[in-house]
């Protein structure tokens, strides 16, 4: 990474993993029986608990009748994919360790130990700040609104860039969105060995998708009234001629 950009304005720990629950769309699921993997076969209660629906073949429900009571029983990875094609696209992975039970018609998993690994490092959620928190309120519209932005808006990406602390997009040839949350806008800086990630933090957060598009603009207000920069200008003259 290296990159000087300051992040700020950041979600915290447990919003993020929650953000990640809310929208993956598989898991992978290890017990006793081996390693399962899901497709649209969870969802989460407000207490954090996470609902499984597995197939009439999967092995899980045994190993949930099996498992030493109280004890943990499984861990459930998830995986948090960009939805722009860039390097690296796997942003964070959450781990959830605990113990399985039957449900009607479902295994319910109660999370014990979670933990959310991005590109600072992993980090130890506490438990009753997950079950307390909330996912971001755009992150089950995030993968639509940034492929919208990567794919009909490449200019106001382009645009964006003049918010960069120059030094960030040395030796750039391509800056793609990479996240969005009511906090901030995260762009990649890929450059031609390497790649960086800058966050451009919200004047203040968006709660829906009209605030988003307000924050957007008034980003875009004071990229226009920044200078373009020089890295970027000679890439673009380049491609242009």
Known sequence: MGDG?????????AERARSVLA?????????????????????????????????????????AICAPRGEPSAVLEFADVA???????????????????????????????????????????????????????LATAEAHLLTHLA?????AVERLTRLVDPASLHGAVRVRPLAVDRHGLTLRIERARAHGDVRLPFHRPADDLAQLTERV?????????????????????????
Not at 94 to 118: I, N
Not at 151 to 155: A, F, L
């Open 23 to 63: 929208a993956a769309w598989s898991c992978a699921v290890t017990s006793e029986a081996g390693r399962e993997e899901f497709t649209g076969a969870h969802s989460v209660t407000g207490d954090g608990r996470v609902l499984l629906r597995v197939p009439e073949d999967s092995a899980l429900p045994a190993a």
């Open 5 to 13: 950009q300051t992040w700020a304005a950041a979600p915290a720990a």
């Open 151 to 155: 794919d009909r808006h490449g200019d």
């Open 83 to 137: 939805p722009v094609p860039v390097r690296s696209r796997i942003r964070a992975r959450l781990w959830l360790a605990g113990r399985l039970t039957a449900g009607e018609g479902h295994l319910v998993f109660h999370p014990t130990r979670l933990v959310l690994r991005q590109s600072a490092g992993a980090v130890v959620v506490d438990r009753e700040e997950f079950a307390a928190a909330a996912p971001d309120p």
């Open 217 to 241: 603009h008034v980003l875009l207000g004071r990229a226009d009234g920044a200078p373009c920069p020089r890295a970027l200008h000679r890439r673009r003259t380049d491609r242009d001629g």
